[in-house]
């Protein structure tokens, strides 16, 4: 008589059977000894050059800014949770190509300088294979750049900018004149003065249009932005007419006060400078969109800095590739000359960066390519390097 197997057992085999594609995305079938032996160093320099570059950097802004904290009585608690608490993070992202290449160069030079590299290539391991440990590392070090970039620090930024603005003397435009926009189809919003801090508007009218003829003129000495609201859009008026205008006939109405609902915020009405910082990238996606449907010119600098943020992400990749290429060979003069050649190309890609953005403000070139100008360019250098370094 044929034994049957248990009911568990031939579960367990049918999980065998059909999930063997598991093991496919086991990391233990990819990342070796070897492998991690080099993400540990590459991470742990990567970690060292920032702290390192970033003490220095702390030192500097300490020695140039104590006179204005001292003469604006800045607390010692606003300056070490608001101030330098969001100001590392910011410089570390901000120079974070910087400190990859400068990691790939320094540990790399040393494991050649050891003749490290070229006991790996005489024991069979292939150049491209060399690379997977660190491309890992470039793929850890690139999603962590883009979540600090476009979540966690644009929120830390704005309270380092309120600091400087009490601080530093720092001067933030704070108000707006003559402010006209589009806030719905046909709908166009016009504010004579507005004043941020108060977020209160003076001298405001929406006009409202239908097949190109003006039906509804609303106007209001005051508007003032619900703050205190559950939803969004909410303004109060003050003293406001409007005038309705059906045919030939036109219906007025007034009163001292009306709570209404216009598509408007005050970030429409405000631009300071670095504003786009500020905003994570769902609300810069939002905020562009919402900018291009009205028809809105100032909107470039806010798309520059979307897809630089992306851009910069996969600068990991480019520039380690660069460094491995350059410092894999084990020659005579240690790895001064790559440290030196590293600094260069970090700082010529950050400069290009700046450089690239400027062409898509002043020079209508598209924001998109704006930002990834550098990456395409230094790409090339990335296969260049890379087919030679075999040899």
């Not at 500097?60 to 606003?78: G, R, S």
């Not at 609303?218 to 059906?246: F, G, M, V």
Request: charged share 20%; net charge positive.
């Amino acid at each position: 008589m044929q034994e049957t197997d248990h009911p568990l057992t031939s579960r367990l085999k049918w999980l065998g059977e059909h999930m063997r594609w598991l093991r496919f995305i086991n990391p233990r079938r990819y990342i070796k000894i070897l492998d991690w032996y080099i993400i540990k160093k590459f991470i742990g320099t990567y970690i060292y050059s920032i702290l390192l570059i970033i003490s220095i950097s702390i030192v500097f802004d300490i020695n140039e800014n104590l006179a204005k904290f001292a003469q604006y009585h800045a607390p010692l608690k606003a300056i070490v949770f608001d101030y330098y608490m969001n100001f590392v993070p910011y410089f570390a992202n901000l120079f974070s190509p910087l400190f990859v290449f400068i990691a790939v160069i320094f540990f790399t030079s040393k494991l050649a300088g050891n003749s490290e590299i070229i006991s790996m290539l005489a024991a069979g391991v292939s150049f491209k294979r060399l690379m997977r440990p660190y491309m890992i590392s470039a793929l850890i070090i690139s999603v962590l750049t883009f979540y600090l970039g476009s979540y966690i620090i644009p929120k830390g930024t704005i309270v380092r900018q309120n600091f400087e603005t009490m601080y530093k003397n720092k001067k933030k435009n704070t108000s707006a004149d003559n402010v006209q926009l589009q806030v719905g189809r046909g709908v166009i919003a016009y504010i004579q003065h507005y004043d941020n801090e108060l977020k209160k508007g003076y001298g405001f009218c929406l006009d409202k249009f239908e097949n190109k003829k003006l039906v509804s003129h609303l106007t209001a000495s005051e508007i003032q932005y619900d703050t205190i609201s559950d939803s969004k859009y909410h303004w109060k008026l003050t003293n406001w007419r409007l005038r309705k205008l059906q045919g030939m006939r036109e219906k007025i109405t007034n009163g001292m006060q009306r709570d209404s609902v216009i598509m408007m915020e005050p970030t429409d009405l405000v631009f300071s400078k670095g504003q786009q910082e500020t905003f994570t990238s769902p609300q810069l996606k939002e905020y562009i969109s919402k900018q291009i449907d009205r028809g809105s010119s100032n909107v470039v600098q806010y798309e520059v800095e979307y897809h630089k943020r992306i851009a910069t992400s996969f600068a990991s990749f480019i520039l380690t590739t660069i460094g491995l290429s350059l410092s894999s060979r084990k020659r005579k003069g240690g790895m001064g000359m790559y440290l030196g050649i590293g600094l260069a190309l970090s700082f010529g890609y950050i400069m290009l960066q700046t450089v690239s953005a400027t062409f898509a403000i002043q020079a209508d070139t598209p924001p998109m390519l704006a930002a990834w100008i550098p990456n395409i360019i230094f790409a090339v250098v990335a296969y260049f390097c890379y087919r030679k370094a075999p040899n």
